[in-house]
């Protein structure tokens, strides 16, 4: 059974940084394009980065700079490094897999994890 | 950036009625286009890829038609448990997605 089970979040004042992680099971994530969307309160889903089978990265313009996406391979588990923390990052943080071969949809996601950037 | 965007923002519907929801892209999208169903503090699910191919496990009384900028998700005899909210999202070009259709109950 593919599962994603993220971690990592909190309340973090503007400017700080957080990791988030997130836990597959059931698929390899270095076989699959993972990725992370996220969900202001309230608000739609907005695409935060991608890191593809063969490792590379992407970034929506919104993040890029700032937020650094990785994996450990030995671990199955994704990673979100989240540097220079705004207000406007606040959100549930989802991680979501792309099947590899597939278009760039998600056909599974994790429950989210929700980040708080508040002084 | 492929801007989506959806209508109605909320539609009301009695059960075992039909929901027709409908999704516009700002430039074509070919048939790269999926539906999410998410429901309050879960996470979206998906229901339809490739504007039209139901997800493993989606009941049939959902389908997805369109291509290029028009896209429509038909729900035909809503269900209590299909009330929530529906996304659409393009991969054409890197993901965006609509801003979302609340269906309520009437």
């Known amino acids: 059974e593919v599962q994603l089970v993220e971690s990592g979040g909190g309340l973090i004042q503007p400017g700080g940084s957080l990791r988030l992680s997130c836990a597959a099971s059931?698929?390899?994530?270095?076989?699959?394009?993972m990725n992370w969307v996220r969900q202001a309160p309230g608000k739609g889903l907005e695409w935060v980065s991608i890191?593809?089978?063969?490792?590379?990265?992407y970034y929506a313009d919104s993040v890029k700079g700032r937020f650094t996406i990785s994996r450990d391979n030995s671990k199955n588990t994704l990673y979100l490094q989240m540097n220079s923390l705004r207000a406007e990052d606040t959100a549930v943080y989802y991680c979501?897999?792309?099947?590899?071969?597939?278009?760039?949809?998600?056909?599974?996601w994790g429950q989210g994890t929700l980040v708080t950037v508040s002084s | 950036e492929i801007v989506m965007t959806q209508s109605p923002a909320t539609l009301s519907v009695s059960p075992g009625e039909r929901a027709t929801l409908s999704c516009r892209a700002s430039?074509?999208?070919?048939?790269?286009l999926a539906w999410y169903q998410q429901k309050p503090g879960q996470a979206p699910r998906l229901l339809i890829s490739?504007?039209?191919t139901r997800a493993t496990g989606i009941p049939a009384r959902f389908s997805g038609s369109g291509s290029g900028t028009e896209f429509t998700l038909t729900i035909s005899s809503l269900q209590s448990e299909d009330f929530a909210v529906y996304y659409c999202?393009?991969?054409?070009?890197?993901?965006?997605f609509g801003q979302g259709t609340k269906v309520d109950i009437k």
């Open positions: 999202q393009q991969y054409n070009q890197w993901p965006t």
């Open positions: 890191i593809y089978s063969g490792g590379n990265t």
């Open positions: 979501a897999r792309v099947r590899s071969g597939n278009g760039n949809y998600f056909d599974y």
């Open positions: 059931g698929f390899t994530v270095s076989g699959n394009y």
């Open positions: 490739g504007a039209s």
């Open positions: 430039q074509s999208v070919s048939s790269n």
